[in-house]
């Protein structure tokens, strides 16, 4: 976490890259570089190497030594992560460099898009007033009585999750994790234009709305079924997501007037404006 970063400005915490080349990598470009074998019959590659980016000191995982056959499995994949300071362009750019002076072509597949919220903001909180363009969703908890809550499936081009980051000082973690048809389609084809990233519109895949009792009560009125529109009145004091009240509301009004944008999601899309890259 980086506490400049909280309700300021979004970054990115994992990338992936794959890199086409017919080199190895330089190992010797990495800190506390280590190399280790992990083929196996379900493997892409026969090594790994890990280490850190003498640039920041981020980590850095690198996949090399095709071992599949498919065409469309690169020849290298590269894994890096935000934890001393956030990605940039330049940083990444840099490192690929070093590793790889001899690449013809460095492709983002996956990029974690992360906002980190206090205020008001909670794993349920944004769950629950959260309408979305997802079919599935996962809430899990662990023996902590932590909650992460993931929308969207593995195998989609987009997906969210959402987890206490640190969870005392009331910070949430948000991650739009972007996968590569999207990405492909953003005209994100090179680690510059992640960049891009900055001015996608996030309401195609998901808007933080509240909750107007007001509003949702003449959305039912006319309704025979008084317990039905009493609950509908309340359905934020029931814990009901916006998410399943706007599908029973289908027809009854619009989406964005029956439910208000947030605060929250003024400060999300501020914080996209700002993304650090």
Request: charged residues 25%.
């Amino acid at each position: 976490m980086f506490q400049y970063c909280v309700n300021r400005a979004a970054f990115i915490d994992r990338i992936v890259l794959s890199v086409w080349t017919e080199e190895k990598p330089v190992l010797n470009q990495l800190l506390e570089a280590k190399s280790i074998g992990v083929w196996s019959s379900k493997s892409r590659y026969a090594r790994r190497l890990w280490g850190k980016t003498p640039v920041t000191g981020n980590p850095v995982e690198v996949l090399y030594g095709k071992a599949s056959r498919f065409p469309r499995v690169p020849p290298c994949q590269v894994i890096m992560r935000s934890e001393e300071v956030p990605l940039t362009g330049a940083q990444v750019n840099e490192t690929m460099r070093l590793l790889f002076p001899a690449a013809t072509r460095i492709q983002p597949v996956l990029a974690e898009l992360t906002f980190d919220l206090k205020n008001r903001a909670s794993v349920l909180y944004l769950y629950r007033h959260m309408i979305h363009g997802a079919r599935r969703v996962v809430e899990l908890s662990d023996l902590d009585g932590r909650t992460t809550v993931y929308i969207g499936s593995p195998n989609s081009p987009w997906q969210i999750r959402i987890y206490d980051k640190a969870k005392p000082k009331g910070i949430v973690r948000l991650e739009l994790i972007l996968r590569s048809n999207l990405l492909f389609g953003f005209g994100i084809r090179q680690p510059d234009t992640v960049v891009t990233l900055r001015s996608i519109k996030l309401k195609s895949m998901f808007s933080l709305r509240r909750f107007s009792r007001a509003r949702l009560a003449a959305a039912a009125d006319g309704w025979r079924d008084v317990v039905r529109r009493e609950i509908v009145g309340e359905w934020e004091e029931y814990g009901g997501t916006a998410q399943l009240l706007c599908r029973m509301l289908r027809g009854r009004g619009d989406e964005s007037r029956l439910f208000p944008q947030s605060g929250l999601q003024r400060t999300v899309e501020k914080m996209q404006k700002n993304l650090i890259w």
